[in-house]
């Protein structure tokens, strides 16, 4: 066996120190009429080399946005990658870790959590962050959780301009302990703010806005706040991109009081949309109810610097039925491909990738309405990476027939429009061959 | 301590640079002023060399599998085969995107299918889900279906789940989330469940029961039939928390005896890296009747190739995962289980028993270990008489093992045990690496007689000394205050 060391040899020594004659004397415990009688019934054992030849054939099953054009996201974005990022993530110290509860043999990881949260908080301009949740999806569902707890109001009003997968996470998150979840609807592509005037009272706990919201659109974080706040205990709670906030506004100028939102975009491939990690930032007033992991600088017995997970005591190895919530494993690699990111980006690299993913996708939106039949769905709407276009023909058609020439067109959101994502990675050559496959595959 | 990243910071460093953009257009032109940010944020500015060496270093203060023994109760540390992190990152992996048409996914969904395949056989249920991206979202995934099926018969009554009190913490927690009340079962002196107190708390109320099996003192829950019986007579189901089912690879399926559902942890029992606290993955089978309450999609094959399956949409629980769970978590869980096979995965867990039972049989000696009888893959040691004999605690031990470079066991847990250590050596330790633990666990011994102020100083060689987690608290300090 490639990872057992021990032989039968070395078995019998250790039977004899035990104090048994074989294997089946150890689980007596387990009723006889329990016991696999004939083994599991699974393919043959494959080597190294023959495990290498399957997997191969199954990449070559796969078209990878790699090599491909993708336009692609609504929730997941094919952002650049510096190479150095999966040098740090691939080292054993770090990913063959545990989590760090024994901290005297875990500061490397604790460390990083700490660098992690600084940035996250320096992103949304909060004042404490966690080491992170699952995903995007569980992260707004946990705020939403938290805001329960702060306030005690259980109804909750999302806009229908929210990704419609996070919709249904939270929907099973929260339906458990008696969340009400209310829709909010949208007028031009971003949340329709008469009808959250309307919609607003003191039964109200938390509202969720997402900027840029699935539709790629800029919400009016701070019209929305101002509402949201006119409500003496209702918090609103920012789902953000957070490559965006290097030239968006900080959910803390808008008053935010829980920003949450999906770190893939930070540095972590795309692996078909899994893993993701999700943010979650908050005011130190809110941290004793904050989900998850927290690492906090401390010393040590020689009253050297050192780090601790930090406010055990919400968590559910501590207090069980009555924590803050029951996530115990979360998404600590990919916080560390995310830091790793950010370091390497640096300031001015950040601010760049959203630039130039703005302007690419504004003038690849440009070019597109040029071809008759196209238009922007929302035309008021400010956006940032991402859009949606009314297509002259079934966008169903267009995804299909863009396929063949190896053009990933975008995502369907109904018969006529199609929603469409560009990243700093895209070069003008590959924007201009898609405005050009466009044309021909509507006019053929 | 290293500095922090942000103290070696120096204006206008770049650890990257992206081609300059062939598109130019104003930011005004594009978002409003009224949405601009008015400072970029104050991430660090290095070069590329720098963000290395600072990372490498703090690298170099953590323990990690490939650096000594790892012996977690119920975390599985096992070696994380170094063939997965080649294959998982082949770029037609890791560069799919969810939102891909089906036909462009193909090998990726093969694999996936084949997984759930393999899990089902596994565990012995009928169909598995990949989704869960933890082990507690695995739970959470189990006891929303519990609750879909109790509201789908109709059974408004349901209130409670009965969780043994060696249970691990998100059992609990999970319950609560999903709108249970918890009610606790006590353990009997054998460290197992109680079944005439099972009997007197389970009542028409009862929804579900979870137990840990083995359970957290590493013994295998014998009265599983009659707990069954018990269970079930209520309408009530059986979840199989799956924490430690690196036991029973081959040698017990939990869906033939008795169990409805069960979550399988992929970071522990199929080798997936922990990663200093995950991603990790919590797919979760069930038996026939649960099929239908299953996240949606399911992976599934007909003759035309495989397809994300949303057939059973209106009777699901929903999603818990934005897309389809940790894919790149499941490709090495997958690559694992084609390596090992059937016997090869039976061989794992005899080899944890094997490993567990021999650790007991050399430590029995030196420290207290409540129950008699042969352990399965961990045992619960104490330290229990060197609290009495040197005012030694368990704590004192733990630290004192990291001096002598492994990583404690996991300690003051199972909560019935005081001053517990629960210990796991898991298969892929070798005979030699278990006796340099034992006599390390001999020598501490020995030092708690003869000199126990140098347990209390413990650890001494470690990149810190002992931490100071109350003044985390109580100076609660979560993150580095960037001046610049």
Redesign the interface.
């Given at each position: 066996?490639?990872?057992?060391?021990?032989t039968d040899r070395?078995?019998r020594?250790?039977?004899a120190?035990?104090?048994?004659q074989n294997?089946d004397?150890?689980?007596?415990?387990?009723?006889e009429n329990?016991?696999?009688k004939d083994?599991?019934?699974?393919?043959?054992?494959?080597?190294?080399l023959e495990?290498?030849e399957?997997?191969?054939?199954?990449?070559?099953?796969?078209?990878?946005?790699?090599?491909?054009n993708?336009f692609?996201?609504?929730?997941?974005y094919?952002h650049?990658i510096?190479a150095?990022v999966?040098?740090?993530v691939?080292?054993?110290?770090?990913?063959?870790?545990?989590?760090?509860y024994?901290?005297?043999?875990?500061?490397?990881?604790l460390?990083?959590i700490?660098?992690y949260?600084?940035?996250i908080?320096?992103?949304t301009g909060m004042?404490?962050?966690n080491?992170?949740m699952?995903?995007?999806?569980?992260a707004v569902a946990e705020a939403i959780?938290m805001a329960v707890r702060k306030n005690k109001l259980n109804k909750a009003l999302l806009p229908a301009s929210l990704?419609p997968?996070?919709l249904?996470?939270i929907?099973?998150?929260t339906?458990?302990?008696?969340v009400e979840l209310v829709l909010v609807p949208v007028k031009d592509g971003v949340m329709d703010l008469d009808e959250l005037a309307r919609m607003l009272d003191e039964s109200v706990g938390s509202v969720i806005v997402q900027s840029p919201n699935y539709f790629g659109n800029?919400e009016d974080a701070?019209a929305i706040s101002n509402l949201v706040h006119a409500q003496a205990k209702c918090l609103l709670i920012a789902c953000v991109d957070p490559i965006s906030?290097?030239?968006?506004?900080?959910p803390a100028?808008y008053q935010a009081d829980i920003v949450v939102g999906?770190g893939q975009a930070l540095g972590n491939?795309?692996?078909?949309?899994?893993?993701?990690?999700g943010f979650f930032a908050t005011k130190?007033d809110m941290?004793r109810q904050m989900p998850g992991?927290?690492?906090?600088?401390?010393?040590?017995?020689?009253g050297?610097?050192?780090?601790?997970?930090?406010?055990?005591?919400r968590?559910?190895?501590?207090?069980?039925?009555?924590?803050t919530?029951?996530?115990?494993?979360?998404?600590?690699?990919?916080t560390?491909a995310a830091?790793?990111y950010?370091?390497?980006?640096?300031?001015?690299?950040?601010?760049?990738?959203a630039?130039?993913s703005?302007?690419?996708a504004?003038?690849l939106a440009d070019e597109l309405c040029k071809i008759d039949g196209f238009k922007l769905e929302y035309p008021q709407a400010?956006?940032?990476k991402e859009f949606v276009v009314h297509t002259p023909i079934p966008a169903r058609q267009i995804?299909d027939k863009l396929?063949p020439r190896g053009i990933?067109a975008g995502?369907e959101l109904a018969e006529n429009s199609l929603m469409i994502a560009v990243t700093?990675k895209k070069?003008?050559a590959a924007i201009d061959e898609y405005v050009k496959a466009m044309q021909e595959v509507i006019h053929a | 301590?290293?500095k922090?990243?942000?103290e070696h910071?120096s204006p206008?460093?770049?650890?990257?640079?992206?081609?300059a953009?062939?598109?130019?257009?104003p930011?005004d032109?594009?978002?409003?002023q009224?949405?601009?940010?008015?400072q970029?944020?104050?991430?660090?500015?290095?070069s590329?060399m720098d963000?290395?060496r600072?990372?490498?270093k703090?690298?170099?203060?953590?323990?990690?599998?490939?650096?000594g023994l790892?012996p977690?109760g119920s975390?599985t540390?096992?070696?994380?085969?170094k063939?997965h992190?080649l294959?998982v990152?082949?770029?037609?992996?890791?560069?799919?995107?969810?939102?891909?048409?089906e036909?462009?996914?193909?090998?990726?969904l093969?694999?996936l299918y084949e997984l759930q395949q393999?899990l089902a056989?596994?565990s012995g249920m009928k169909q598995v889900t990949l989704q869960p991206?933890?082990?507690?979202?695995g739970?959470?995934t189990g006891i929303?279906i519990i609750?879909a099926y109790h509201k789908a018969k109709g059974n408004t009554h349901k209130t409670k789940i009965i969780i043994p009190d060696s249970a691990?913490?998100?059992n609990?927690?999970?319950?609560?989330?999903?709108?249970?009340d918890?009610v606790e079962l006590k353990s009997n002196s054998e460290g197992r469940c109680d079944i005439a107190r099972l009997r007197e708390i389970v009542d028409e109320n009862t929804a579900g029961f979870m137990l840990t099996n083995p359970n957290t003192l590493g013994?295998?829950e014998?009265q599983?039939?009659e707990i069954a019986e018990i269970i079930h007579s209520v309408d009530a189901l059986i979840y199989m928390d799956g924490a430690n089912l690196n036991a029973l690879?081959?040698?017990?399926?939990p869906g033939?005896?008795g169990f409805d559902i069960i979550h399988f942890n992929l970071?522990k029992t199929f080798?997936t890296?922990?990663?200093?606290?995950?991603?990790?993955a919590g797919p979760v089978g069930v038996v026939e009747k649960l099929v239908p309450y299953l996240p949606v999609p399911m992976i599934s094959k007909d003759e035309t190739g495989y397809h994300f399956d949303y057939a059973h949409q209106k009777t699901s629980?929903?999603?818990?995962?934005?897309?389809?769970?940790?894919?790149?978590?499941?490709?090495r869980a997958y690559?694992y289980?084609?390596?090992?096979?059937?016997?090869?995965?039976?061989?794992?867990s005899?080899?944890a028993?094997?490993?567990a039972?021999?650790l007991m049989?050399?430590l029995r000696e030196y420290y207290h270990i409540q129950h008699q009888?042969?352990c399965?893959h961990e045992f619960v040691a104490d330290g229990t008489w060197q609290k009495k004999e040197s005012k030694v605690s368990t704590l004192d031990l733990?630290?004192r093992l990291?001096d002598k470079g492994f990583?404690?066991p996991t300690v003051y847990?199972p909560l019935i045990i005081p001053e517990a250590m629960m210990i796991e050596p898991t298969?892929?330790?070798?005979?030699e690496?278990l006796d340099a633990f034992v006599q390390a666990m001999i020598e501490i011994a020995q030092e708690a007689k003869e000199n126990p102020d140098l347990l209390h100083?413990a650890?001494i060689s470690?990149?810190?000394?002992?931490?100071?987690?109350v003044?985390?608290?109580k100076?609660?300090?979560?993150?580095?205050k960037?001046e610049k």
């Open positions: 066996m490639p990872y057992i060391s021990n070395d078995r020594e250790m039977f120190k035990i104090g048994v294997f004397e150890l689980i007596q415990a387990i009723p329990f016991r696999l083994g599991l019934n699974m393919d043959p054992a494959l080597s190294e495990i290498t399957k997997i191969k054939a199954q990449t070559c099953q796969n078209l990878c946005a790699q090599n491909a993708s692609l996201g609504a929730g997941v094919d650049f510096p150095a999966d040098f740090i691939s080292r054993p110290e770090f990913f063959t870790a545990y989590t760090p024994q901290a005297e043999v875990s500061q490397g990881t460390q990083f700490y660098e949260q600084t940035m908080c320096e992103l004042q404490i962050a080491a992170s699952y995903d995007g999806a569980s959780l990704h997968e996070y249904k996470v929907k099973a998150y339906e458990g302990v008696g800029i701070q906030l290097a030239i968006l506004q900080a100028d999906e491939s795309m692996y078909m949309g899994g893993p993701l990690f130190l941290s992991r927290i690492v906090g600088g401390t010393l040590d017995k020689d050297n610097r050192a780090y601790a997970l930090t406010l055990q005591a968590e559910q190895h501590i207090r069980r039925a009555k924590a919530s029951n996530i115990c494993s979360n998404q600590s690699l990919c560390l830091t790793v950010m370091s390497l980006m640096g300031r001015e690299g950040l601010r760049e990738a630039l130039q703005a302007q690419k504004h003038y400010a956006f940032f995804i396929l990933y995502v700093e070069g003008k | 301590m290293p922090t990243i942000f910071s206008e460093r770049h650890g990257v640079r992206l081609p953009s062939e598109i130019q257009i930011l032109k594009m978002i409003p009224k949405f601009h940010r008015a970029t944020p104050r991430l660090p500015e290095l590329e963000v290395m600072h990372y490498i703090l690298s170099h203060m953590n323990h990690f599998i490939e650096k790892y977690l975390c540390m096992k070696y994380n085969p063939i992190e294959l990152r082949h770029s037609c992996f890791a560069n799919l995107h969810p939102h891909q048409p036909s462009t996914l193909q090998g990726a093969e694999l393999d056989e596994i991206v933890a082990g507690a979202q739970e959470f929303k609750d691990h913490g998100t609990p927690a999970t319950c609560n989330l999903v709108g249970y918890v013994l295998f014998t599983i039939e690879l081959g040698i017990v399926q033939k005896i970071h080798s890296p922990h990663g200093g606290g995950g991603p990790g629980i929903g999603k818990v995962h934005t897309f389809y769970g940790n894919f790149a978590v499941l490709v690559i289980i084609k390596m090992l096979g059937a016997e090869g995965l039976r061989r794992v005899e080899n028993i094997i490993n039972n021999y049989a050399c009888e042969h399965m733990a630290k990291l990583h404690a847990f298969e892929t330790e070798s005979l690496s100083e650890p470690t990149p810190v000394r002992r931490v100071d987690d003044r985390a608290v100076e609660l300090d979560p993150i580095f960037i």
